[in-house]
C-alpha cells in the first residue's frame, strides 16, 4: 500500500511537469504569494522526466555478491536489456548441511544490478525448466504498481518481458512477489539493484555487496543433512541462521572484502529479512 500511494504521486507530478501550460502557470510570480510556491515548483522539476534514452541497446552486467559491476561511464540515458533467471537450488547453508534456495541468478543474495537514471529497462525475468513454481520480480527502482510484479509472472521453462524507465536513484531491493511473500523471501529470492545519479558516484577504491538473510529450517543449527523451510519458526521469528551472503563462511577466503591501508571503500548492503535487521552507525 505504501509502495503504490508513493508511486501515485511520482506519477501525478510526472503528469503536471510534462503539461507545458501547467508548468507556465507555477513559474507565474502569482504564485509566489502562495506558502511553499517555490518547493512545489522544484518538487515538480525534481520529478519531471528523465531525457529519451538514446544510443544502440545495451546489455546490464550482473553480478554475484560481492562483486559489483564497474561504474557507468556514458553520460546519457540508454536502451538497457537486463536477462536474470530464476533457479530453485539445493545449496550449502551450513558445512554438511543443504537447503533449497530460491535465487535469482543463482545465487543468494541475487545479482546485482545497476543501471542509470533514466535508463529505459527491458526486463527478461525467466523461470527455469527444472523450478516447481512459478515466480516473478517485484523491483523497488520501479515506479508502478508492484514494481513489476502483475507484468513479470513465469512458468517454470517460460520467460516475461516488461519495460520500465528508471526515474529516481537509488539503492534498492527486489525480491518475489506472489503470497506468501514472507515465505518465498525466506527461500532466499532477493536481490539488490543500483540507479546511479546522471552524475555517477564519488569513485571509490574498493566496494563490495553484502546482504543479510534470516532462514528458517526445521532441524536445528548445523543439523546435517537437507534442511526443509519451518514456516512455524518464521512466524515466530525464530531463525535457525542470520547471514551475510546466503551460507555460513560466505565472506571468507576468496571472497574476503580486503583493503589495504589508506584506500576507500563502499559497502552496498541490503536486508532481506524477512524478520531480521542490522543496524550500522558511523562515528
Known amino acids: 500500500m505504501q509502495a503504490n500511494a508513493k508511486s501515485s504521486e511520482k506519477g501525478s507530478l510526472k503528469n503536471v511537469a510534462s503539461s507545458p501550460s501547467t508548468y507556465s502557470r507555477i513559474a507565474d510570480d502569482r504564485w509566489n504569494e502562495y506558502p511553499g510556491a517555490r518547493s512545489w515548483r522544484a518538487c ?7 531525457p529519451p534514452a538514446r544510443g544502440p541497446p545495451e546489455r546490464a552486467i550482473l553480478t554475484t555478491a560481492p562483486a559489483v559491476p564497474l561504474p557507468i561511464e556514458r553520460d546519457y540515458p540508454a536502451w538497457v536489456i537486463v536477462d536474470l533467471e530464476v533457479r530453485e537450488l539445493d545449496q550449502e547453508i551450513s558445512e554438511g548441511v543443504s537447503y533449497t534456495f530460491w535465487t535469482f541468478g543463482g545465487t543468494v543474495p541475487g545479482s546485482f544490478i545497476q543501471i542509470r537514471q533514466g535508463d529505459t529497462v527491458e526486463f527478461h525475468l525467466k523461470n527455469h525448466p527444472d523450478s516447481k513454481m512459478p515466480h516473478n520480480i517485484d523491483l523497488h527502482a520501479v515506479t508502478g504498481p508492484g514494481g513489476g510484479a502483475t507484468s513479470s509472472f513465469a512458468a517454470p521453462g517460460h520467460e516475461a518481458v516488461f519495460s520500465f524507465k528508471a526515474l529516481n536513484h537509488g539503492l534498492f531491493i527486489y525480491h518475489r512477489a506472489a503470497a506468501p511473500v514472507g515465505m518465498h523471501i ?16 564519488t569513485p571509490v577504491d574498493r566496494k563490495y555487496y553484502v546482504a543479510q538473510r534470516d532462514f528458517y529450517t526445521v532441524g536445528k543449527y548445523r543439523e546435517k543433512g537437507h534442511q526443509p523451510f519451518d514456516m512455524q519458526k518464521a512466524i515466530e ?29 563502499r559497502l552496498f548492503v541490503g536486508n532481506g529479512g524477512p524478520n531480521l535487521v542490522s543496524s550500522c552507525t558511523s562515528p
Open 186 to 201: 525466506a527461500n532466499g529470492i532477493c536481490g539488490l539493484i543500483l540507479v546511479e545519479p546522471p552524475g555517477g558516484l
Open 44 to 50: 515538480v522539476r525534481r520529478f519531471a522526466p528523465p
Open 237 to 265: 521469528e525464530n531463525a535457525t541462521y542470520v547471514l551475510f551472503n546466503g551460507s555460513e563462511g560466505a565472506l571468507l577466503g576468496d571472497n574476503a572484502m580486503t583493503a589495504n591501508v589508506g584506500e576507500t571503500v
